[in-house]
Structures are given as C-alpha cells and as structure tokens.
C-alpha cells in the first residue's frame, strides 16, 4: 500500500530539495530494496554520476537549485563582511589557504630533483654538491613555511568562526523567537529550524565559507599539481603512457577502496523476522529495571531463557543487528570484478616500464627515478582530482544550505498580523474592553475534534466573567482565541467591537495580560521570571518588587539565599567528576550522584519551589504589567494555592482589577462567580448557560447542580 506523498508527486517534477518530501520505501522508481540477512534494506537511488554536478542527468535540476541559492550565499558573504574585522581575518584565511594549496606540487617538483640527482650520480659517479644543498634546503624550507602557514591558519580559524557564530546564532535567535504558536507547532517548521540551527560550536555560514575556501585551494592544488605534470613528461618518451596506467589505478581504487560501514544518502532499514524481534524483546525483559519486579514474582525466568535460546538457535548466524548484517554484506560485496582488476593495474606502470625496457635494452625509454615520480605526481594528481569532485557534488547541497538559514528569517506566521492600531483611546483602556464571541467554532491545528462548537457570547467593558465546565470542555481555548494565540476555524471575535484579525498583533497583546493555566517558569532568575510580564519595564526593579507583593510571592523570594537573584531552574550545568561520597554540595548546590557515572558527568540542578509558590511568580508576572492593559485573563489561577491562599488572591485581584475586563476560568464555584458580572458555564466545547450567579441558581439548570454540589462538599 503506498504511504504518504512519494508517488503523489509527479515523476518528471524536479525534486528541488531533498528534504522536502516523503520517503516511500515502496516506491520502486526511486527506493532501492536489499535483503541482507534477515533485513531489509531501503535506499533512494541516487544518479550514477552524481559526483559530477554537470553530468546531463542533473543538470538542470542542480542549476536551478543553485541559481535559487546564490541571491542567498551574497547576502552571506556581505554580511561576513559587515561583522568587524571579518573581511580582514577572512582574507589572510584565503591566501594562507591558496599558498598551501601550492605547496606539494612544490615539494613534489623539489622531491623530482632530488631523484634526478641521485639518478645522475649513480650513472655518472659524482655529486653536484651545490645543487644538492640548494634542493635539500629548499625542500626543508617548504616544509617549514606549510608548518608556519598552518599555525597562522589555525590562529586565524578560531576568531573567525567565533563571531560568524555569534552573528548567526543572535540572527537565527531571532528567527525562532518570533514565531506564534501554531507555526512554532508545525513539524515542517521546527525541522526547517533545527536544520538551520547555529550549533555551539560552529555555523552553517563558517562552515560554507571553510568549503568554497577548499574548493578554491583545491582548485589551485591541482592547476600547480598538473602543471607539474605536464613539465615532467614533456621530454619522456613513455611517461604519458605511463601516467595514464597510473591514472586508471587510482580510479578503479577510487572505486572499490572506500566503503562505509553503514549506507549513505537517505535509507531505511527494517525486520519483519519474528524471531529476531522476540529475541530482542527477551533480550530487554530481562535488562531493564523495570520489569525486574514482574520477572522475580512470575516465575518468568525459565521460560523467557527458553524463548531466547530457542530464537537464537534458530536465526543461527543472522541473529544480528542490522549494521552489523550491512558490514558482512559490503565485505562480501568487495569481491567484484573492479577489486579483481584494482590490484593488477597497480603494478601495471612497472610491467610495462619492464617490458619496455626489455624491447630497448639499449635505449631505456625512461629513468627507473621518472618512473616512480610519474606514478606518484599522477596519483597525487588523480586523488585531488576525484576530491574535487566529490565536492562540487555537494555545492548545490550547501548552497542551498544557506538559502535554508535565510529562510528561516522569514517563515510567515500562521496568525496573520491586522493594521489597526489598538486602542484607538489608551484613556479608554483604563475601563477595560469589551469581547465578543459570533459564532465561534475552533478546531486545533492537525486536529478534527472541535474544541469550542459556535460559540456565541459578549462581555462588556470592565465586566468581570468568570468561565465554568467541567475539564476539556474549552475554557482554556476561548482566553487562547483571545489573546490570539489562534484564529477561530469559523466565526469572528470583536474586541471593543472590532474584527480582532484586523487589530495589530503587538497592540493586542500589550493590552491583554494573560495567565494560562500551564505556565511555565523561564530558566532564568526570578527578577527576569517577573520582568519578562512587561519587557517594556523590565529594567525597573521597584516595578518588579511591587509586582513580586502583589502576587504574594515578596516573603519566600526573600528567604532564599539569592533572592531575586535565584535561578529557578540553573541553565548552565554544573561539571563534575568522581567527586568523593563525601562531597554533598558543590558551588551551593547540592550533589547528584546518581548521575555521576564517570569523568565529566554533568548535573542539573532545578530550586525545589512549592507548585503554590511558582504560580505566585507567575501571578507576579501578571501583576507587572498595568497600563495599557484592559482585560485580565486567569486560566485557573487558584489550581494550587490552598484556600487560604485562594482567598487572598481573589480579594487581591478584585482590589487590584479596578475597572479592567476580567475573566476567569474555573472549575471551582463559589469565591469568585458570585462577584462574577457574567458566567459562562460550559460543556462539551458548548455555552450551555449564561448569566449571573443569582440569575443561574434561579434557573436550577447545570450550574446549579454543580454550585450545590460542590457546596454541600463544605458544609459540616
Ligand atoms: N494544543 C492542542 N492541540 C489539540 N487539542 C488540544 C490542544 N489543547 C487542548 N486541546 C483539546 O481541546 C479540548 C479543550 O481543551 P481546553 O484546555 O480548552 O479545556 P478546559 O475546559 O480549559 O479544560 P481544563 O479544565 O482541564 O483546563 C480538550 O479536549 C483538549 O484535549
């Protein structure tokens, strides 16, 4: 049964980037299928002469790939450019790079002379001295400046790479960080990120900008290279001959010498064999820890020993994983008729240069010293040769490897931004905003359940609404849609009687505070925890410590060690190793020794805070920011604080509130919807009642079923 996009997409339809797509290993136009042993092995079929960029077959294909990359590899090299003191370090790179690139082909001219030399002196019975000094030394030379050469190389690599990072990672940061929440979700996209991502180490720019410099220094070793060459067989009768014998080696030993150890390109392997899976599933029953229980108190030993042994004794020798069944495959492979031939070409120079000097016994056609220098130019020659190959295969590859970091800059969001500044009035904003649901029905990305069904509601200016129903029934999802995480799948939301699709995003959200039920702590201290609930304050610390009070959370920051100064969760990892038994806490921290294992273990370490006592830092957050804020939205603010602590929450933030639009959700009745101007109670993605608390009790329908359930839970 076919799967997924392979063969919906056309044949002739060029394959522009080979990460898009799906891999369809029965696909049989572009999926190789081996059986090895007892797997099976899927490969997509690459073109024969894939190392040649311009052979006809990809032609085409490849061209427009890198015409489409090109724009991109400019900007790349303007903006290397712009970084300071990049053009300067990367220049010194460049020419450093072509010098050595000159280098063997000089020391092979030089190591020529030397053999000349020694040739001449065994037929004529002298040395001259003089030129044998000036070549020994020249040669000591070449190899003292390549050794200098690499050392200003390698002084030179380190800075360069570290500030193309930088530049790129506070870039690709960017990239990332504006993204919203459905397009952050989507698969395609998070892997169109990683593959662009910046690692700690390196960059996909530095490292395009390290191969054209190959590339380049390639080219120059094998212009040097050949003209060598050709000077060498100018005036010998056989050497042409001689070096294309020499030639043909290297490509036959091109060919058959290398083979990986694992496939190459894109492939999938898999068994079907149910005897190698039962072996394996045995094999883990009695490994992991966590079946040992089960094992012990079943009896279970014997009788998993006999599954194992009798599995293993029937596989015989193709009880093996799969890389292992690959590497007996390509030894057995490398019997073919190229490794025949790869052997006897190599002596085949010699043979030849014998038999003609058999033919001429007087007139040896070429010096046994020529001799050894031609094979050993033409392989040198040869070897360079197929490496630059093997890399302009790949151009189009890292080409569009750069293209794929720029476009990451501009992945367009799922939620589109609207045009109107809000609000129109910022004294207005003051006495809140009205919202208003018609005809709402929501479905999350990729998913078919609809999580809110035609929704219809409107809460006034400065009301405060609180949102009941039991869980999943889509509380969550309606402060979500209001604070435009998402747009509805169908119908419209108004904020203060406007299209919300039509409001500037970042407007939108600089009036709405909103704490979800889910929230998250930041790896970052406690003040960045709290600022981060108004970047455009976030430097004013009396506004933090005020926030910090009002959301409860000032006596216990105080009491740790750091204060607001704490990490709630250490991003950076302490580095330790073998410590003594002894040691129990380290830089502060206490010691994790079930993760030491050996030299260089890492430990994280996380602030143990109560759930009450993180939700307060979230409330904080919520508290600092004030102005330009019209609706308050808490997603169960309450879930973990005790009653106590609920009691003074609600009080505080109906002090607080002043005349900005509130809404909560909640599955808890009684503290706060009998303050609430309006209640939305909710089942099963549906408003089934609305009204105030008095109002629903009155209409003894589900609210107040559950009010009265849930009140008698307290009564003595
Ligand atoms: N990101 C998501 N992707 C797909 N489905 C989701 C997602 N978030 C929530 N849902 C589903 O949407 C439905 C409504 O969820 P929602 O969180 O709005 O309910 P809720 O009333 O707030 O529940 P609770 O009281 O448990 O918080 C649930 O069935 C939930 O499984």
Redesign the pocket.
């Known amino acids: 049964m076919p799967r997924g996009g392979g063969k919906r997409r056309g044949r002739n339809q060029p394959q522009v980037n080979p990460d898009e797509g799906v891999f369809d290993p029965e696909d049989t136009q572009k999926v190789r299928h081996t059986k090895i042993g007892i797997w099976d092995l899927y490969e997509t079929i690459e073109p024969k002469l894939k190392l040649v960029p311009w052979t006809l077959r990809s032609k085409l294909e490849t061209y427009h790939e890198m015409k489409g990359s090109f724009p991109f590899v400019l900007r790349m090299f303007r903006e290397i450019g712009s970084i300071r003191g990049c053009w300067w370090l990367l220049g010194g790179y460049l020419i450093i790079a072509v010098v050595l690139a000159m280098i063997p082909a000089i020391e092979l001219w030089y190591s020529g002379q030397l053999l000349k030399i020694v040739q001449d002196a065994v037929e004529s019975r002298s040395v001259d001295s003089h030129l044998l000094f000036k070549v020994a030394a020249s040669r000591l030379i070449c190899s003292a400046v390549t050794r200098l050469l690499h050392y200003g190389q390698a002084q030179l690599y380190r800075p360069l790479n570290v500030r193309i990072r930088q530049h790129y990672a506070v870039q690709t940061f960017h990239a990332r960080a504006r993204l919203d929440v459905p397009t952050y979700?989507d698969a395609v996209v998070q892997r169109h990120l990683d593959n662009s991502a910046t690692s700690s180490r390196t960059s996909i720019a530095w490292n395009n900008v390290l191969k054209t410099i190959h590339l380049v220094s390639t080219g120059v070793e094998l212009v040097s290279q050949f003209s060598v060459l050709i000077t060498m067989l100018r005036n010998q009768r056989d050497g042409p001959l001689l070096a294309i014998l020499s030639f043909g080696h290297t490509f036959f030993r091109k060919k058959t010498g290398q083979r990986n150890w694992s496939p190459t390109g894109v492939w999938a392997a898999t068994t079907k064999n149910h005897e190698y899976l039962r072996l394996v599933g045995a094999s883990r029953v009695v490994h992991a820890q966590e079946h040992r229980k089960e094992l012990v108190a079943g009896g279970m030993a014997d009788y998993l020993h006999a599954i194992y042994r009798a599995a293993a004794n029937r596989l015989g020798s193709n009880a093996t994983d799969f890389y292992e069944a690959y590497q007996t495959h390509t030894i057995t492979d490398r019997l073919s008729l190229t490794a025949f031939l790869s052997d006897p070409l190599r002596e085949l120079p010699q043979i030849v240069f014998t038999l003609r000097a058999v033919q001429y016994p007087s007139d040896i056609p070429l010096s046994l010293a020529s001799l050894n220098l031609i094979t050993q130019t033409t392989s040198k020659f040869s070897r360079t040769l197929f490496d630059l190959f093997e890399e302009t295969g790949s151009i189009a590859e890292n080409l569009a490897s750069i293209r794929k970091v720029y476009e990451t800059y501009t992945i367009p969001n799922v939620v589109v931004d609207g045009e109107t500044p809000f609000p129109e009035d910022q004294q207005n904003i003051k006495l809140g905003v009205s919202v208003e649901f018609r005809n709402v029905t929501f479905r999350?990305?990729?998913?078919s359940?609809e999580?809110?069904r035609n929704v219809s509601f409107k809460i006034l200016q400065g009301q405060l609404c609180v949102?009941v129903?039991?869980?999943?029934?889509?509380?969550?999802?309606?402060l979500?849609l209001i604070a435009r995480l998402y747009d509805p799948t169908e119908g419209q939301i108004f904020i203060n009687d406007q299209d919300i699709r039509t409001l500037k995003l970042a407007d939108l959200r600089r009036a709405t505070s909103v704490l979800f039920?889910d929230y998250t702590h930041f790896p970052l201290s406690i003040r960045d925890n709290i600022a981060l609930g108004d970047p455009n304050n976030a430097h004013d610390d009396e506004k933090i410590r005020e926030a910090a009070r009002l959301g409860g959370a000032t006596e216990f920051i105080e009491r740790l060690d750091e204060g607001f100064d704490t990490y709630l969760d250490r991003p950076v990892d302490d580095i330790y190793s073998t410590l003594p038994q002894g040691t129990k806490t380290l830089f502060g921290r206490s010691v994790e020794y079930s993760s030491i294992r050996g030299a260089g273990n890492m430990s994280s370490h996380s602030k143990g805070l109560s759930g009450g006592q993180m939700q307060r830092i979230a409330l904080s957050r919520t508290f600092m920011r004030d102005e330009g804020v019209g609706i308050l939205c808490f997603?169960?603010p309450s879930a973990s604080l005790d009653p106590t602590a609920e009691y003074d929450l609600f009080e505080r933030l109906r002090l607080l509130r002043g005349n900005k639009t509130m809404i909560f959700?909640s599955?808890r009745f009684g503290n706060l919807t009998r303050y609430a101007d309006l209640i939305l109670y909710?089942d099963d993605?549906v408003i089934l009642e609305e009204g105030t608390h008095n109002e629903l009790i009155k209409q003894g329908g589900g609210y107040a079923k559950i009010w009265m359930l849930q009140a008698q839970a307290f009564l003595p």
């Open positions: 979700a999350y990305p990729g998913s359940q999580v809110l949102i129903g039991a869980n999943g029934s889509g509380k969550s999802t309606i979500k039920q997603d169960e959700s599955h909710m993605a």
